[in-house]
């Protein structure tokens, strides 16, 4: 002890006398040599002879001390030599009378030690220890002795002493997984067993662990189970395929008989590949629709790309699939859809149903009187509206709005139907919605949908739709949002985005214009910036302060979620006072000044020779403002709000549609951004903004749609230096991501940060 003190605090030469030195070496320098690195200089007088020694393998020792795990890693050598590497001793030993020195291979043992170092944060602070130490929490935190474990597998390195770690609760035992596939009537049944020894695991607790890509389970008796990474992945796909996950396996649609084919690699019934294979020949076939004869009775000289819709629907139909046609607006979908409404009434005998938002009742009965003149349909609407279904045989359509399903749901349900179709079947994306759950317990043999706009938001705006579509195809509203919405919505998740496309592309068919529609003429569309005067912009710049500092201190103390409603208040004043002051609801009387009546008036003024023209503003308030100076211009126009009756919104569009005098219409955004055919307009101006451009497109789309045969220019009004700029900027980013809307939208409200509030009122 006293020599080994010596060394630590003083030097490292030990001198004895010669005839000594056989007692000295035997003593002292063999036992030292368990500890410190020694040389034995040639002045030594002591026969001795040097062997390098040849790494054969690594290895890992795990023991405990009170709540640390230890960990010593060791070099085996040949001659039977084992070293721990974090040790700095030397290897000597005597043989018959001379002294052996074997040399590590100090570069092997480096480089092992630099692997073990990366294993863990810890660990490159332990320089000075003859083991790297965790504590058992650490150990197992996040799965790492799992991953660390799997590191230690694919690198060849043996690890011991896992079994006398007691303060560890791993399986020692290997993951047993068998899944059995059978076929069910409209579901294929995955029995799915994860066994771990003795213990089965539930599959609840398997399906936690590999939605969250962990490779370890929960077992009953409190230890933990290691999966095999590639039944990880494999497990994942199942659970995120299944509709219902009960006990003993998953539950997945037939509707998903592709998935099938590609998550297991063998499936050894007959049957069931029979059934996937005749599934396969008919999605083959998706490519190859065959073309179907147009029925009688439908008048209209179809495009081809119209009639192709036509077959997919008469595709759907064979194999009694739901689907959306999701064309762009102006492409025609009541077309293709009265075309095969036509052709189930040509053969099926029992009435269809269409719902649709009451603005474009006046635009069905238009369509089927211009394309299908001779089918019977009932307009179910109204305060005299029939009570009972006794007369629904005697027609072929009965047509509906989305308010009156809602309201006379329990007779409608009891009614079977042979399809229902809803048209701007965005009006169901909220599931937790009267109109959706209605819908679903409405009866027919199929049903199908209609929208320009699938998706308005985020994803899970897809997935009412399908599930009311095709139920049960997307799963559980939280297993939606948890495997497809959240991940592609916030976390722009690829992968899952394609999976998801792929999923539903057999049922979604939505052609584009650009695509399409080569006979409509150009549109163009461009921004008119105002300036407001002086009076005006103390208005907005005493508003603007007053919310900016009342917004950042509440964000300061509750939070960006919680000052969200206050955030849109705001927003909604600062727009407003960019139309005209005269908008603000408060008592105080700032003023009538309008920059953009004044522009907007010298623009019609300029166009009502002979140009028609279309005047959107979200505001009521800001249409009746434009009204007056019309009136007092003496100008001609026409004027649609949702107080408008059906009657109302009909004369309104054919006076403006058919009368050459009447130049102007006067339409707010949400009554007329959609259903409403005005293709005599060829200028639009969106006086104010808005958060969604689908919702502008909308809007500019009422005239220009197929049978247009006049340019389109479309303005977009905004006041310079103004929330409204910075709209427009947050706007054409947003209408990126609605390019590939089906995928990787995202509300943009949800996206606001406390700097982008900043900028907004900055």
Avoid at 88 to 109: A, C, F, H, K
Avoid at 403 to 417: N, P, Q, R, T
């Amino acid at each position: 002890g006293l020599i080994a003190k010596q060394l630590l605090v003083q030097h490292t030469v030990l001198k004895t006398a010669k005839k000594e030195i056989d007692i000295f070496a035997d003593k002292v320098i063999l036992p030292l040599s368990e500890y410190f690195p020694v040389k034995i200089t040639e002045m030594a007088n002591l026969e001795k002879r040097t062997i390098h020694l040849e790494p054969q393998r690594r290895e890992i020792f795990l023991s405990e001390l009170a709540n640390f795990v230890l960990i010593q890693p060791v070099v085996k050598y040949d001659r039977e030599i084992s070293q721990n590497i974090k040790e700095p001793n030397s290897i000597l030993r005597r043989e018959n009378g001379t002294i052996v020195q074997y040399l590590r291979d100090l570069d092997y043992e480096e480089s092992f030690q630099n692997f073990v170092t990366g294993l863990h944060e810890n660990f490159s602070k332990q320089t000075h220890s003859p083991y790297h130490f965790l504590t058992y929490d650490d150990f197992i935190k996040k799965g790492w002795i799992f991953e660390v474990f799997e590191k230690f597998r694919k690198e060849g390195i043996e690890v011991y002493g896992i079994k006398d770690l007691k303060g560890l609760k791993v399986s020692p035992h290997k993951a047993s997984i068998t899944t059995h596939l059978s076929s069910g009537q409209d579901w294929f049944d995955v029995k799915i067993s994860v066994t771990f020894g003795d213990y089965e695991v539930k599959l609840s607790d398997v399906r936690k662990a590999v939605l969250k890509k962990e490779r370890y389970v929960q077992l009953g008796d409190g230890k933990l189970g290691l999966l095999p990474e590639e039944w990880v992945d494999k497990l994942s796909r199942y659970f995120r395929a299944g509709s219902t996950v009960d006990s003993e396996g998953v539950k997945i649609s037939k509707l998903k008989f592709n998935l099938i084919d590609e998550m297991f690699d063998e499936i050894d019934d007959m049957e069931i590949l029979q059934e996937i294979a005749e599934k396969k020949e008919r999605l083959r076939q998706f490519q190859q629709i065959k073309s179907v004869a147009l029925p009688e009775g439908i008048t209209a000289e179809m495009r081809g790309y119209q009639k192709e819709g036509y077959n997919w629907l008469n595709f759907l139909d064979e194999f009694r699939w739901g689907g959306i046609l999701a064309d762009d607006m102006g492409l025609g979908k009541t077309l293709q859809i009265l075309s095969f409404l036509m052709k189930q009434v040509n053969t099926v005998k029992v009435p269809n149903l269409v719902v649709i938002p009451t603005s474009l009742l006046f635009n069905w009965e238009n369509e089927i009187q211009k394309f299908a003149p001779s089918l019977k349909y009932l307009i179910h609407y109204g305060t005299d509206r029939r009570r009972d279904t006794r007369e629904f045989s005697d027609y072929d359509l009965i047509i509906t709005s989305y308010g009156i399903m809602v309201k006379d749901i329990e007779m409608l349900s009891a009614y079977e139907f042979n399809y229902i179709v809803l048209d701007e079947s965005q009006a169901i994306k909220n599931p937790a919605s009267l109109r959706y759950k209605a819908a679903c317990l409405l009866k027919a043999k199929n049903r199908l949908t209609m929208t320009g706009t699938p998706v308005e938001n985020n994803t899970f705006d897809l997935y009412a739709q399908i599930n009311f579509l095709n139920p049960g195809f997307l799963g559980t509203q939280p297993f939606f949002k948890d495997q497809y919405s959240v991940p592609i919505d916030r976390e722009g998740d690829e992968e899952r985005a394609a999976e998801l496309q792929k999923l539903i592309n057999p049922f979604l068919l939505r052609r584009t214009k650009e695509i399409v529609a080569k006979e409509l003429p150009p549109k163009i569309e461009d921004i008119i910036y105002c300036e407001m005067p002086e009076e005006q912009w103390k208005v907005y710049e005493a508003y603007r302060n007053q919310y900016r500092n009342m917004l950042l201190d509440r964000i300061e103390k509750d939070g960006v979620a919680k000052s969200k409603m206050y955030v849109l208040e705001g927003l909604m004043k600062l727009r407003q006072i960019c139309d005209t002051p005269e908008l603000l609801s408060d008592m105080d009387d700032y003023g009538k000044t309008s920059i953009k009546v004044q522009i907007l008036m010298q623009h019609i003024q300029e166009k009502t020779g002979n140009h028609k023209i279309l005047i959107f503003s979200q505001f009521v308030k800001m249409l009746k403002v434009i009204e007056k100076e019309l009136q007092d211009a003496g100008l001609q126009y026409e004027y649609l709000d949702g107080q408008r009756s059906k009657k109302q919104r009909q004369e309104s569009v054919e006076n403006f549609q058919e009368n050459e005098d009447c130049r102007v219409f006067l339409i707010s955004l949400r009554a007329g951004g959609t259903g409403l055919n005005l293709t005599a307009a060829d200028y639009v101006y969106i006086v104010d903004p808005w958060w969604n451009p689908a919702v502008e497109n909308q809007a500019i789309d009422r005239c220009h749609r197929i049978g247009q045969d006049k340019h389109v220019i479309a303005y977009r009004m905004i006041c310079k230096n103004t929330v409204e700029e910075k709209i427009m900027k947050y706007q054409a980013r947003k209408l990126k991501i609605a390019a590939d809307i089906i995928t990787t939208d995202e509300s943009f409200m949800k996206q606001l940060g406390k700097e982008d509030i900043a900028e907004l009122f900055m």
